[in-house]
């Protein structure tokens, strides 16, 4: 049984790129959501999808943006990008009616020059 | 807004040492939940607690939720090194869906 499952592991961008990062939930899992980790901090909600609608944000501008497809998988998009998007990107995936216990994945390192 | 503060921020033990990180809640929570984060790794789920003063115990590690649910525990007895790592514990907004993470604390266990 596979976890959460993110691509890629590593990305270098240049400020006013944008990205696209990928996220397989855990089977079965039906709920996603998305965190902004800077070095020596916790993460940090982005928002979450569930039934391919966001259904809450957090305090992130509207460069970040996300899909959840069918298949429960999601992609996280984040325009424009800055020095200070510069950090790593987890992956959370868990069952709607289970509020609470999150898989992450291995997260993407993300690296803005 | 909500928060969730963590003490301390970095913590040195010698093996065999115990290590107890608190958390701390700007509001009640209906549930926390404590996960660990080893270096270079990503968070793993340990525990949720849900009920008030509720403590449960997995091996040498011990937490518990306070009676107004607006703080938390770990505490590890006898450290060792495989413990090495952040740990974070975390809480939902008030009826929301979005999920707080404290700072961390990270615990260093020298051999």
């Known amino acids: 049984d596979a976890g959460v499952t993110q691509s890629p592991t590593h990305l270098i961008k240049t400020r006013g790129q944008q990205v696209t990062l990928r996220c397989s939930p855990k089977?079965?899992?039906?709920?996603v959501s998305w965190y902004q980790q800077a070095l020596g901090q916790g993460p940090q909600f982005i928002f979450q999808?569930?039934?391919?609608?966001?259904?809450q944000r957090g305090n992130f501008p509207d460069r970040f943006s996300g899909h959840q497809f069918p298949n429960y998988s999601s992609e996280l998009n984040v325009n424009a990008l800055l020095l200070g998007d510069s950090a790593l990107y987890l992956c959370?995936?868990?069952?709607?009616?289970?509020?609470?216990?999150?898989?992450f994945g291995q997260g993407t390192r993300l690296t803005v020059v | 807004g909500q928060q969730v503060m963590q003490i301390p921020q970095y913590q040195h033990v010698q093996e065999g040492e115990d290590f107890t990180t608190y958390c701390n809640s700007s509001?009640?929570?209906?549930?926390i939940q404590w996960y660990k984060q080893r270096p270079g790794g990503h968070p793993v789920f340990l525990i949720q607690?849900?009920?008030?003063?509720e403590v449960k115990k997995q091996k040498r590690l011990t937490f518990q939720f306070g009676e107004a649910k607006k703080n938390s525990s770990l505490h590890i007895t006898a450290t060792q090194t495989t413990d090495v790592g952040t740990y974070f514990c975390?809480?939902?907004?008030?009826?929301?869906?979005?999920?707080?993470f404290g700072a961390g604390t990270r615990l260093f266990v020298k051999a």
């Open positions: 607690l849900v009920k008030s003063g």
């Open positions: 089977s079965g899992h039906d709920t």
């Open positions: 959370a995936s868990s069952l709607q009616w289970q509020r609470g216990e999150a898989f």
């Open positions: 509001t009640t929570l209906s549930n």
């Open positions: 975390a809480g939902p907004n008030t009826g929301g869906f979005k999920t707080i």
């Open positions: 999808y569930y039934e391919e609608e966001e259904r």
